[in-house]
């Protein structure tokens, strides 16, 4: 049975940080390119950041120099570290495999307020 299970979402402060973590199982991890997909009330899914099977990493223009994308194919496990979030980051995170077979998680939620 396939798994994708996203943590470490919440609320945090504008300017802070927060890393968020995706579990895998059911399916061959190193082979699947891996994304983060984010979506805001009343907006459509926005692709966040994405890593290749071999690690090379493409990240939104609305996140490039604040998010990191990583994975460790050891622990079938992907991050994302985000860094001065704003108000604007505040969406539901969803990860994402893509390779053979495309696979959803359930989504995290993310909210930046003071």
Same mark, same amino acid.
């Given at each position: 049975q396939v798994q994708l299970v996203e943590s470490g979402g919440g609320l945090v402060q504008p300017?802070?940080?927060l890393r968020l973590s995706c579990a895998a199982s059911g *399916?061959? *991890?190193n082979r699947y390119a891996?994304?983060?997909y984010r979506q805001a009330p009343g907006k459509e899914r926005e692709l966040v950041a994405a890593i290749t099977s071999g690690g090379i990493t493409n990240y939104?223009?609305?996140?490039?120099?604040r998010f990191?994308?990583?994975r460790d194919n050891a622990?079938?496990?992907?991050y994302l570290q985000m860094n001065s979030l704003k108000p604007e980051d505040t969406a539901v995170y969803y990860c994402n495999a893509w390779g053979f077979l495309e696979y959803w998680g359930q989504g995290t939620q993310v909210t930046v307020s003071s």
């Amino acid at each position: 049975q396939v798994q994708l299970v996203e943590s470490g979402g919440g609320l945090v402060q504008p300017g802070g940080s927060l890393r968020l973590s995706c579990a895998a199982s059911g *399916f061959t *991890f190193n082979r699947y390119a891996m994304r983060w997909y984010r979506q805001a009330p009343g907006k459509e899914r926005e692709l966040v950041a994405a890593i290749t099977s071999g690690g090379i990493t493409n990240y939104g223009d609305s996140v490039k120099g604040r998010f990191t994308m990583s994975r460790d194919n050891a622990k079938n496990t992907v991050y994302l570290q985000m860094n001065s979030l704003k108000p604007e980051d505040t969406a539901v995170y969803y990860c994402n495999a893509w390779g053979f077979l495309e696979y959803w998680g359930q989504g995290t939620q993310v909210t930046v307020s003071s």
